[in-house]
């Protein structure tokens, strides 16, 4: 069974305090690996997909990283704004549906 | 298209009644899939729509539970006879080739009281 592991469940930051979020992965023949965010009330909000090991993505403070067994997600002198649930996905080859498992999660509290 | 909109925001409703939920997809994705959250929770994957036809169903969806997708346009959740762990907030989202991940709507937020 496809595993998605993300830690730490939750991560409290001062403004500029870089930090890292880890996404662990179990999967046979994975796709991609995706990483979400999500404000409360609302829907995730893509930002990155990774496909091979190796791969870095960077948009504003955030870059995604992957390697075989796990993707790190680096905040870079985060602000209040970046405050919201990162969340990580994958998908499997075998899936002819393209569905995304998910981890449960992190969530993140940056504190001016 | 702005993105992919959901119907109701929010529902509550007493245990036993029947719900039903509305997605609009980006118009020109061809794939739709609803997923459940809980609190706490990253989205579990309930179905799978290609066009009009309901590719895949989750074992999370009981008999209870049914999905339509008319014309391959706009899709339907409905829920009958709802339990109070039914509550969760249902989310839709759609691609056009299911590479790169998708977008997702805000879901709706269902309260079974």
């Known amino acids: 069974e496809d595993q998605v592991t993300q830690s730490p469940e939750a991560l409290r930051l001062q403004e500029g305090e870089s930090s890292s979020l880890n996404c662990s992965y179990t999967v046979s023949g994975l796709r991609g690996l995706f990483w979400y965010r999500q404000d409360p009330g609302k829907g995730p909000e893509f930002l990155f997909t990774l496909y091979s090991a190796g791969e870095e993505k960077e948009k504003e403070r955030l870059k995604a990283t992957l390697t075989k067994k796990e993707s790190f997600l680096h905040i870079t002198a985060p602000k209040p704004e970046d405050s919201a649930t990162y969340l990580c996905a994958v998908q499997v080859r075998r899936d002819s549906n393209y569905k995304l498992t998910f981890g449960k999660g992190t969530l993140l509290t940056v504190n001016p | 298209d702005t993105g992919v909109s959901q119907d109701p925001r929010h529902k509550i409703t007493k245990r036993g009644q029947n719900v039903t939920f509305r997605c609009d997809p980006i118009s020109e994705h061809n794939r739709l899939y609803w997923y459940r959250q809980t609190l706490g929770q990253g989205p579990e994957f309930l179905t799978y729509f290609q066009n009009e036809a309901q590719l895949e169903k989750s074992r999370l969806l009981s008999d209870r539970f049914s999905a339509e997708r008319p014309k391959g346009s706009f899709s339907t959740l409905e829920i009958q006879r709802t339990e109070q762990g039914d509550s969760a907030m249902y989310l839709c989202?759609?691609?056009?080739?299911?590479?790169?991940?998708?977008?997702f709507g805000s879901g709706t937020r269902l309260t079974v009281v």
């Open positions: 989202a759609s691609s056009q080739t299911g590479i790169g991940g998708y977008t």
